[in-house]
């Protein structure tokens, strides 16, 4: 069975997708058979790994709505043991259009269910809202990983998310984790930045990855050139710190059983 960890913050340009993107190249790299899925209309996941949702005919969309068999619309990427399950931009639509569908929250679940022994993870990169989508993400998945950009109203969106995750615990998905909340674009210089990350900490506590994501112009580099950061740029801080969160969490896996 994989292990299902959905990476959601309703904010944008928090490092949802970098962190999609880079941990589920990381954890291939590490020869764990990895699908990533792409739930956002935008597909920057998809085309962080080198696939643009313009040349696509089908799409997640597809199997939440068609059910369309997820296995068909899978496609692979230049790494060995990563594959996405591609967004087009359909997919805004299934927002509105899950509304009216019967089991509305339960539609990523019941795709992904049929992938399930195929994948040793599977990353979800939500859209920045808490909508439909993430709720099927957050249905979906056994854990939700929360990047947080240390800035003020940091806190105030955490409370938030952590919310809606309790909301997705109660009715759909009692078994949902909290897989940690991860630093992202962290600049040890910033004041603000060191005063955000001691109070997650301090709050938090464990909870919080130890792994921090620095600020680094090679991961903002790398979409652009359709590449996760290891295929890019292997000796960036970007590459070695998504690298060191690959491992944390295998390691926190392996001590949590
Ligand atoms: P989200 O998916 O939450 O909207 P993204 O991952 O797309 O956020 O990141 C927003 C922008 O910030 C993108 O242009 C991305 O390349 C850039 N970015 C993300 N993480 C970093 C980082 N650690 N250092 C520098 N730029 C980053
Ligand atoms: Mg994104």
Not at 69 to 79: G, K, R
Not at 101 to 113: D, I, N, V
Not at 152 to 161: K, N, P, T, V
Request: aromatic share 4%.
């Amino acid at each position: 069975m994989a292990k299902k960890i959905c990476i959601a913050n309703q904010k944008g340009g928090v490092g949802k997708t970098t962190t999609a993107v880079n941990l589920a190249a990381s954890l291939a790299a590490a020869e764990k058979r990895t699908l990533l899925v792409d739930m956002d209309p935008q597909g920057n996941a998809g085309s962080g790994v080198g696939i643009d949702k313009g040349g696509l005919a089908e799409s997640v969309y597809d199997a939440i709505i068609n059910d369309a068999d997820p296995a068909s619309l899978v496609i692979p990427t230049d790494l060995a043991f990563l594959e996405l399950l591609p967004s087009t931009t359909d997919l805004a639509g299934a927002e509105l259009e899950l509304v009216v569908t019967e089991g509305r929250e339960w539609k990523l679940k019941q795709a992904l269910s049929r992938l399930d022994d195929r994948y040793d993870y599977i990353l979800i990169d939500c859209p920045p809202s808490l909508g439909l989508l993430t709720v099927n993400a957050m249905t979906a998945a056994d854990s939700v990983l929360i990047p947080l950009q240390c800035e003020y109203y940091a806190m105030e969106g955490l409370s938030q998310i952590i919310k809606t995750i309790k909301l997705v615990q109660k009715g759909l998905n009692p078994a949902l984790g909290i897989e940690g909340i991860l630093l992202t674009m962290y600049d040890g210089r910033n004041n603000l930045a060191r005063q955000v990350s001691e109070e997650i900490r301090g709050h938090f506590k464990d909870l919080a990855f130890e792994t921090v994501i620095p600020r680094n112009v090679r991961l903002s580099e790398a979409p652009s050139h359709g590449r996760p950061i290891i295929l890019y740029d292997i000796t960036s801080k970007g590459a070695v710190t998504y690298m060191e969160l690959a491992k944390e969490l295998m390691e926190r896996e392996a001590r949590n059983g």
